[in-house]
């Protein structure tokens, strides 16, 4: 599939454009002097005007410091920047990634099947990935002595990591229909901190790896993936091709890499240049979360997402969740200068997803040249970064409530916890502490939002016990966590992700930002080994290199 070019794109820099910034600004001028008590006492239709529901998320915005006005305003300019063309650009598979050359079809992904007889690769991958599950969980996978699989490992990172990471923990409650899971794990980091231990745990007989990269050369993969298969070597001394074969399954869009590599090309799964790392979960890289809640929990997941994707496309701006939520970012960054934001779930399911969205975000929209190769003069993406709220309140709230620096934070939850497996489903405190827990979220927003001003009784609380409140938030409630709400709810943030891009004139879809880095990575390896390069260094590099290389073991 080769990408359309760009076509009928206006240019980023036009007069409508600066017409329209040039309103947000000024009022933003007046934006500053209002606190949200005020806005809400104004207004007693607040929530209604601004709070929207669909694809089984509801999207509460009314906690952020803006009006309806400041959104009519905010869509002129995402007229005027041309969000409609855009749009229409990526789902016509144009060539939005323009840096690379390519489209960015992440949503063709969660597209239903086509009518029978038309070839589609997509939905050949998903075949062969289903028939591997079904193998898995059924117990026909077999290790090279014969048994059944019990745990799988998954070894790949960012976007090969973190997404079917934070998916497969938030659906674990959701077992597949047929057959019995393995215990799935993950592994990320290069330093063998995590595999070591695990390995320690895991019987080799019945271990499948899923090496799990779609460029099959990162160095954090390779390094552990080796490291896994050196272990299964030993163990099996004398299987030779057997372990590669029953132990190992790859996934990447560089099928020959694979092979080189001697992943069994019938153990090969593949995506394609088109789709991001970090918008993968939704190929053959999801293959985790289909082992943890079945192929039948997977296509819900899909189907959540392409409900997310018609809604981008055919609802209203003023009705159209990506497009709130990006505008909502916009005008906090470049409008009201609130420079950082705080991801919160307040779901102990939800643990991985703010590292999720601080890849999603930040590693798509922290750029800084236009697509006329202009450096931009405003901010792009925010500072991102999360915890579970229930914990986060004994960490860093109290930067939140009286710190000195406005934060933009995000709340969400699931409305019903919808608890339906396991001993602990039918135990009543359970049902208590999802309550406790969505009774912290809304008063922790209500006292970010409002102050103590509607709060504390006595007019002589010294200064150090107030809150001044005025902290904007946005309260995203899931009907349920279920997959097919997660998957409208991770293309929400794709989407939005797109909308910022587009309003910021940058490109969401590459990363060169990260290149340089792996290079000089490399180079250093050899400072490190033999001190050969170290002249070349500054000083300080010159002498941390001087410093652990003395401390090495002969
Ligand atoms: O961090 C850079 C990056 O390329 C991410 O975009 C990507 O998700 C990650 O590395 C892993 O890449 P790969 O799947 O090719 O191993």
Redesign the pocket.
Known sequence: MTAAPLHDLPPHHTDAARDADRALREHAEQARHWHLADLFAEDPRRFETLSLHAGGLLVDISKQRLTADTLEKLRALAAARGLDTWIRCLFEGGEVNWTEGRAAMHWRLRQPPRPQGEPDPVQEQLARMERIVKRILSGQWRGCEGDAITDVVNV?????DLGPLMASVALHENHPREGRRPRVHFVSSMDGSQIAPLLDELNPATTLIVV????FT?VD?LSNAATARCWLEQAFPKMNGAVLRCHFVGVSAKPERMSEWGIHEDNQLLFWDWVG??YSLWSAIGLPIALTIGMDGFRELLAGANEMDRHFQEAPWEKNLPVLLGLVDVWNLNFLDITARAVLPYDGRLKHWPAYVEQLEM?SNGKSVDRDGEVVDYHTCPVIWGEVGPNAQHAFYQLLHQGTQPVACEFLAAARHGRRNGNSAELQPLEEQHILTLANCLAQSRLLALGDRALAEDDGTPTHKRYRGNQPSTTLLLDELTPRHLGALVALYEHKVFVQAVLWGINPFD?WG?EMGKKIAKDMIQVLESGAGADGLDASTRALAAYVRERQPD
């Open positions: 790949g990172v960012g976007g090969s799990s990269s779609k460029s990162t993969t790392g970090r590693e990363q990260v």
